[in-house]
């Protein structure tokens, strides 16, 4: 129940990369036969890894998974020689982009964080607001991984194209389950990580649009055209590869039975439950995400008692040394005190069942109720 | 990451509750901060009868409540007083980096609970 | 014959790894269970590693591989925001560092290219000739990749501690043939690839003795102490772990069997052959690379013609579209130009046997043969 | 990388080998530029009758040679002379990217060989 963390890789994908460790084990690089068998397994999940998002396999750049294809998107628009440069983001991307950001700052570039109104929807005023001469990019995420909220890409890509600003968007959350089309969304760049559909931890992907032009952030033997240096992970490849196609193939059933369970959990718990907010947009949103607060209890708690039944989820709370600190997607949306401590995420996976999801929502009555008596806050 | 003597604290916490006749009460935190703790309690000749919490926060929060409800049962207000962070952390197995802090709201609460006794018995 | 390439996936290896696809897929970012384990399994392969060579743990950082442990360092090392700064390196790294530093050059770093002399040994006058004041990093390879030439690696870190500059070696090639302690070896830094000891690929550490202070080139959720962000390979840093373990535990006996090995095939292609020049040390040298140019004849060629003959091996020598291109390497060597575009590197492993050594002499006396009878250059 | 046709006639060379009292000689290359290719021919009435190589390079330096020597026995020099890159390409199944240029040696060894024949038969 937190599969937006990371999904268990799938069997199937797990037998496609088995060969890859030991019989076909050789580098891409090599002139050899033990070499080509690699270089055609990488062409192979290259084309495999388009073909899901309707790009050319020449436009997809493999890297070591979401969060270095953020930072090659957005610092890789950016000459690194060239003067002061704007780049536009919202406030609640993942910390992949706003790190990636913060750090361009330092560097002395401009960034202007958008902000989302109570459903996490970016704010298209103020995001056609900010747009100057010198703005390179903008980046903003198909869908959020806390709140599951999906974002109007094809509204911003008309932005940016009118602008002529380079347009990224951050899709680890979406592949599988929306329909994700390079031409459709009308985006210039997008991120995949495999660990998010089924596939390996350590790969990931970058789109690039045919005449997008960007720098590599790692040197070396020029791999990936020589937008990214390094032997490539030929196993980790061949499983984000097969991972896609599953992906793409199964959308359809996978995202309705993903649906379904997401809503028959939120309407069982708004039942079974007083004191409960849904957080995030109620429609656009994530199929396989649920995030709720519970009025007079904290998330750490609930996470721990959850656990303790074997379900995991996760919470946007977390406790440090001095004071609690809720995180930047639910101070984003300007959660109520009384609510923005006590949020859960429970984020749904193809392999859940519908009695998965009653032993939830069980578990969860079970523990609030427990929780909230403990609670001086509430008045049970 | 938690040791089992604070997940044991944590599942089956002690003194859960409010005591109606309390005859000290202390409260700290907000909702602002995140965790609230309330502790009451039921004193006689100087020493700790009953003591209950209520606490709004996390696994720490709850865990290290329980632990302060059941050191100070029993004992002498002064003797109360005197328990220390140390004594909160020896009972619970110890706490993970960056989270021993947490311990002292349970610590507080209870001071301030005893200070309230005293304050209505000068 | 092309370990240096790439090595298979011990099975050992590959084993230790596959729970971590499925039943123990967690986030180790998580607070659950599941993320526990993953977080318990981090820690051991960061123990394992650590141990191999000598560090802690907490000098360990995991990265995707050989490529961007030497980045991370070199880069690391370098306060973006500072001014002018120096780096010295030798003209045979690799190019994960030859091209980090180009890159550093092209924003207004200055380089030092320290020379080898015939045998690949660096000049370590020169080298500390170069030193300036502003000298922040000395970066030179433990082994070169081409010609196994191993570097005075303990004199060259007592020139770099009296003059207080940190000291990077990638010892990518050294893991698991020659012993690797940091100690020992009085580094600041060292870079470690997982495919090239039989773990897998897409896996990777950099070693940072504690006080060294570097930054990040990857932003995101902090892993790795905020030095490297993105979800961990957990499966790959597991296989990582378990590969240095192997490598240290069977160093003495594996050396000393590939050394054996590669004298006789070294002696016996002599015997079998005229007109032949051992490239790198005699005797400075990995106990698993044999590099041999043959006059007369060209590297690709006999590439070819092993290869078809099921031997994979590697040359220096790279045709493309206007001229023959030797390596960066032998160039540095300033080999004789009969010798320069015949040279193949043979790289054993130590799951070869003496049969195998056996067929390789035989078959390059014929391949070399034909080619000399095919040759101009020659009277044959 | 290299089609069945160039592995085919890489392993296995037509007219390997330098003709003593060729009619012609040609040669290009140098040590210093990598590939060197020795082609000598024996004409009789205008017509290639033999023709050898001697070949000092790679993989498409080796086969181009030794398929332009195939396609030119037994032609006419002027014809021969008319031989194109794309003949030679065709003939090997195309040639990998990046490398279609070296197929312009072993022609031009070619060439000079028939220029020689043509300046000592003027
Ligand atoms: C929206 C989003 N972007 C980026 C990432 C980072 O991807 P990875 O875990 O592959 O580094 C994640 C997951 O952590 C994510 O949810
Ligand atoms: C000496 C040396 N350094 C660095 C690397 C790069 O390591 P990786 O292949 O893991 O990116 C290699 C291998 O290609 C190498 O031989």
């Known amino acids: ?380 | 990451m938690y040791s089992k003597k604070v997940i044991e604290e944590f599942s089956n916490p002690h003194n859960v509750g409010v005591i109606e006749d309390a005859d000290g009460v202390g409260e700290i935190g907000s909702t602002v901060d995140g965790d609230i703790i309330n502790i009451s309690i039921k004193v006689k000749d100087d020493v700790i009868e009953d003591i209950k919490f209520k606490t709004f926060g996390c696994v720490v929060a709850i865990s290290t409540s329980s632990a302060v409800t059941r050191l100070a049962k029993g004992k002498n207000v002064d003797e109360a007083l005197e328990l220390a962070n140390e004594d909160v952390l020896e009972a619970l197995g110890g706490l993970p980096e960056g989270k021993d802090k947490c311990s002292g709201f349970a610590l507080d609460a209870l001071k301030l609970a005893i200070e309230d006794y005293q304050e209505k018995n000068k």
Chains 1, 3 share one sequence.
């Open chain 1, 1 to 380: 129940m937190d599969h937006s963390a990371t999904t268990p890789v799938d069997p199937l994908v797990v037998d496609a990369m088995l060969p890859y460790f030991s019989e076909m084990f050789g580098n891409s690089s090599s002139l050899h036969s033990f070499g080509m068998e690699a270089a055609e397994a990488l062409a192979r999940a290259r084309e495999q890894v388009a073909e899901a998002i309707g790009a050319s396999p020449e436009e997809i750049i493999f890297t070591s998974g979401g969060t270095e294809s953020d930072n090659l998107a957005i610092r890789g628009v950016i000459p690194h020689d060239a003067g002061k440069k704007h780049i536009i983001t919202s406030v609640i991307e993942h910390p992949a982009v706003l790190n990636t950001c913060a750090f361009l700052e330092s560097m002395g570039h401009d960034i202007t964080y958008v902000p989302v109104d109570a459903d996490g929807i970016i704010d298209l005023q103020e995001l056609k607001g900010s747009i100057r001469d010198d703005t390179v990019l903008i980046s903003v995420m198909h869908a959020n991984n806390e709140v599951g909220t999906i974002q109007p890409i094809e509204e911003i890509a008309k932005i940016a194209k009118e602008n002529d600003i380079y347009f990224h968007t951050d899709a680890v959350q979406t592949v599988g389950k929306v329909p994700v089309n390079v031409d459709d969304l009308g985006v210039d760049m997008l991120s995949i990580s495999s660990h998010k559909i089924h596939g390996p931890k350590g790969a990931g992907a970058l789109y690039v649009r045919k005449g997008t032009v960007i720098e590599p952030i790692v040197f070396g033997g020029n791999h990936e055209r020589g937008l990214r240096s390094g032997t490539e992970n030929i196993p980790g490849i061949v499983g984000l590869g097969k991972a896609m196609s599953l992906a793409s193939e199964l959308l359809g059933t996978d995202a309705k039975h993903m649906q379904e369970m997401r809503d028959s959990l939120i309407s069982r718990v708004f039942d079974a439950l007083p004191d409960v907010r849904l957080n995030g947009h109620p429609t656009q949103r994530l199929p396989n995400n649920v995030n709720l607060s519970f009025k007079y209890v904290e998330g750490e708690s609930m996470l721990m008692m959850l656990d303790m039944k074997g379900i995991a989820v996760s919470t946007g709370s977390a406790c440090s040394s001095k004071s609690m600190n809720a995180s930047h997607v639910l101070t984003s949306l300007k959660l109520e005190d009384d609510y923005i401590h006590g949020s859960l995420r429970i984020s749904l996976g193809k392999e859940n069942t519908m009695e998965d999801v009653d032993y939830v929502v069980e578990s969860l009555k079970e523990i609030v109720l427990k929780l909230r008596e403990m609670s001086p806050l509430s008045n049970s």
